[in-house]
């Protein structure tokens, strides 16, 4: 409940998660995930989860390694606006762990927050390490490589001479990053 900063309003979030172990008789756990948001700021807030519903699974492999798979969908129960993620994660060895992370945005109304990141769907990997290595693989986009360059001031249209296909940061363990 916010109040005494103009009109009083409220935002809730809740949700369940419901585990089944041992999925097929294996090590495998799966988790079925059910969440819902409510934001009744309207125009007072700039908040893209308003009313919005979110499923997911979660995955775990339960080994040594820890691997994990996040995946789900949120889905605005008024207007045309779903959110996708992924996200997977295990250890290589002692020191290392590899990880991918991918969202995706979709809107149909141009009066949308989530409209402005329709294209900018993604998938990312990268591979850390305990010391505070780390190398990340980003690339530019999954929608078609082709939208409007987000290197250039105009938003020029992308072309065989001129196409960002993502980038490569490496960073130490410091933090310092090189491109």
């Known amino acids: 409940m916010r109040s005494g900063q103009g009109p009083t309003f409220a935002a809730v979030t809740g949700g369940f998660e419901h585990t089944t172990f041992g999925l097929l008789d294996s090590a495998l756990d799966l988790g079925a995930i059910l969440e819902y948001s409510y934001d009744g700021g309207g125009d007072l807030t700039y908040n893209i989860y308003d009313n919005d519903v979110f499923g997911g699974l979660r995955l775990s492999f339960n080994d040594v390694q820890g691997t994990e798979v996040l995946a789900g969908l949120l889905q605005d129960v008024e207007d045309d606006v779903t959110l996708g993620t ?14 991918l992370i991918g969202r995706l945005f979709r809107s149909g109304d141009d009066q949308d927050p989530v409209y402005w990141f329709r294209r900018d769907d993604y998938l990312q990997t990268s591979l850390d390490s305990r010391s505070g290595a780390a190398i990340r693989l980003a690339p530019a986009g999954l929608d078609g490589l082709r939208g409007p360059c987000r290197r250039c001031p105009l938003g020029a249209p992308d072309s065989d001479e001129h196409m960002v296909v993502g980038e490569v940061m490496v960073e130490g363990p410091g933090g310092a990053a090189s491109r």
Do not use: F
């Open 86 to 99: 992924l996200e997977a994660s295990r250890r290589l060895g002692l020191s290392w762990r590899v990880e």
